[in-house]
C-alpha cells in the first residue's frame, strides 16, 4: 500500500478521517506506523495529498489531511480481457488498475470455461477490492471502468466497432503476425485472449470489428504477464 | 502447461518417455489427452518437437517422441532482483523462465527483510520447479541460472563491475531519472529493487559500478509487474 485510499465515509471533518478494518491493520503491520508520522494519501476519485497520524491504536487512526496533488494520467486505452480464471482475474484487475488502465471489458470466448463466470471474484464489490489495491500499490485514485460482457458475438457485432473508432484496434495473439508496435501515439482498443488464445472465428470476429492482430514473439505468456508486456510495449 | 518437457529420466528408449506424477496428472486433467493424442514436447536443455501418446492411463503415460527444433532465443540480460518476498519469489521466478531470461542474480538489499532469506523456496530444487513451471508456459527448454548474493557490497563492488562490463547497465528505480530506454541493441544488467525501492547509498553503488537508474514513469509498480514491463519495453 502505498497510497492509503480514503472514501467519503471515512471523513468525520473536511480534513479528518478514522480508519479502521484492513487499512488500519496495514497501517500497525506493516507501515508500522505511529502518532506524528505521515503518509501519503489519496480521496477516491480525486486528488492525493499527506496525512498527518493523530491517534492510532487497535481500533482505530485518526488523520489529519491534505490534498494537492492530481492522480496520474491514464492509459488512452480500452482493453478487452477473455474473462481469465478467477485466480488470475483477481491478479489482472490489481496489474490493470495500477497500470492505468481506464477502461477493462471481461469478455467471454470459446474457450473461456463455463463455471469462471460462476466465481463470487466477479461480484461488483470484489471487482472493486481488487481495482482499490492495484490503486493503492500504483499511487493513483479513480477506479477504472469495468464492463462484463458474457456474450461475445453481439457485443463485437454490435458494440465493438463503435468503440474502436477512431482508435488504433489491436488483437494480442500468438501467430505469423505483424509484431505488436512500440511507444505508440494514439489511443488504443487492445483485446488479449484467454489461456490457449482466441479461435479463429473469433480472431476473424474482432479483425472486422477493427482490430488487428499483432504479436510478441514465440513465447507463450500468461495472460497477466502478456497484459502487462504489451501495455509496457505500447505506451 | 504448453510444452511437455521432458527430462533424462523419462526416456526409456531414445524416442520413447515414460511420464507420471505431476505431468501424468496435467495430461489427465487439463490436457484431458487420450492414445494416439500428439503433444508439443521439449528435452529439458535440449530440443523441441512432437510425442505421439501410445499409451495413457491412472498410474503412466507412454510417448514416443521427436525432437528438431530449437527452443526460442534468450534475451541478451543479467537480470539482478532484489529477493522478494517467498510468495513474489515463486511467480517472479516462473515470469523470469518464461520471458526468457538467462541469468538471474537474487540480491540482498536494506529492504530486503532478512526472514526472506530463510524461505524454502530458495532451495535449488524449489528454485528450478518454479523455472520448469515457466519454461513449459513459454514453451522453452533452457533452464535460466539462479545466483543468489546474500551480501550486497562485496557483490556489487567486486564482481558487478566485470559483470556489467560492455553492457548497457540499468538500474530500475522511481525517481527523476531518465526514462527506460526501448527496444535496445546490446546487452543488458538491469538491476530491480525491492518493495520500497533500492535506498540512496545501493543506488550509488550500483552506479558505481555501471549501473545508471532509469524510470518507468509516476505509478509504483509490484515487483513481478516491474520485470514485465521493464524487459518488454527493453527488448
Same mark, same amino acid.
Given at each position: 500500500?502505498?497510497?492509503?485510499?480514503? /472514501?467519503?465515509?471515512?471523513? *468525520?471533518? !473536511?480534513?479528518?478521517?478514522?480508519?479502521?478494518?484492513?487499512?488500519?491493520?496495514?497501517?500497525? /503491520?506493516?507501515?508500522?506506523? /505511529? =502518532?506524528?508520522?505521515?503518509?501519503?494519501? %489519496?480521496?477516491?476519485? %480525486?486528488?492525493?495529498?499527506?496525512?498527518q497520524l493523530l491517534q492510532l491504536d487497535a481500533n482505530s487512526a485518526e488523520l489529519?489531511?491534505?490534498?494537492?496533488?492530481?492522480?496520474?494520467?491514464?492509459?488512452?486505452?480500452? +482493453?478487452?480481457?477473455?474473462?481469465?480464471?478467477?485466480?488470475?482475474?483477481? &491478479?489482472?484487475? #490489481? =496489474?490493470?488498475?495500477?497500470?492505468?488502465?481506464?477502461?477493462? *471489458?471481461?469478455?467471454? =470466448?470459446? &474457450?473461456?470455461?463455463? =463455471?469462471?463466470?460462476?466465481?463470487?471474484?466477479?461480484?461488483?464489490?470484489? *471487482?472493486?477490492? #481488487?481495482?482499490?489495491?492495484?490503486?493503492?500499490?500504483?499511487?493513483?485514485?479513480?477506479?477504472?471502468?469495468?464492463?462484463?460482457?458474457?456474450?461475445?458475438?453481439?457485443?463485437?457485432?454490435?458494440?465493438l466497432p463503435q468503440l474502436a473508432a477512431g482508435t488504433l484496434g489491436l488483437v %494480442?495473439?500468438?501467430?505469423?503476425?505483424?509484431?505488436?508496435?512500440?511507444?505508440?501515439? #494514439?489511443?488504443?482498443?487492445?483485446?488479449?485472449?484467454?489461456? %490457449?488464445?482466441? *479461435?479463429?472465428?473469433? $480472431?476473424?470476429?474482432?479483425?472486422?470489428?477493427?482490430? #488487428?492482430? $499483432?504479436?510478441?514473439? /514465440?513465447?507463450? +505468456? &500468461? $495472460?497477466?504477464?502478456?497484459?502487462?508486456?504489451?501495455? !509496457?510495449?505500447?505506451?
Amino acid at each position: 500500500m502505498n497510497l492509503l485510499l480514503l /472514501e467519503d465515509g471515512d471523513f *468525520i471533518a !473536511a480534513d479528518r478521517v478514522r480508519l479502521d478494518g484492513r487499512r488500519l491493520t496495514h497501517l500497525h /503491520e506493516v507501515h508500522r506506523a /505511529e =502518532s506524528g508520522d505521515t503518509l501519503r494519501v %489519496g480521496r477516491l476519485g %480525486g486528488e492525493m495529498g499527506g496525512g498527518q497520524l493523530l491517534q492510532l491504536d487497535a481500533n482505530s487512526a485518526e488523520l489529519q489531511v491534505s490534498f494537492d496533488q492530481p492522480p496520474p494520467a491514464k492509459l488512452p486505452l480500452t +482493453l478487452l480481457l477473455a474473462l481469465p480464471r478467477p485466480k488470475m482475474l483477481k &491478479r489482472v484487475l #490489481q =496489474s490493470v488498475a495500477a497500470m492505468g488502465v481506464p477502461r477493462l *471489458i471481461l469478455l467471454n =470466448s470459446y &474457450r473461456v470455461e463455463k =463455471s469462471f463466470w460462476q466465481t463470487p471474484f466477479l461480484e461488483p464489490a470484489a *471487482i472493486r477490492e #481488487q481495482l482499490i489495491l492495484g490503486l493503492e500499490q500504483a499511487r493513483d485514485t479513480v477506479l477504472p471502468e469495468v464492463i462484463v460482457e458474457k456474450r461475445f458475438k453481439p457485443f463485437v457485432e454490435d458494440r465493438l466497432p463503435q468503440l474502436a473508432a477512431g482508435t488504433l484496434g489491436l488483437v %494480442g495473439h500468438p501467430g505469423l503476425y505483424p509484431a505488436c508496435p512500440r511507444a505508440v501515439e #494514439q489511443p488504443v482498443t487492445l483485446a488479449i485472449g484467454p489461456e %490457449g488464445g482466441w *479461435i479463429p472465428y473469433e $480472431v476473424d470476429k474482432l479483425a472486422e470489428a477493427g482490430l #488487428q492482430p $499483432v504479436q510478441l514473439g /514465440e513465447r507463450i +505468456l &500468461r $495472460v497477466e504477464t502478456a497484459v502487462t508486456a504489451l501495455l !509496457a510495449r505500447l505506451f
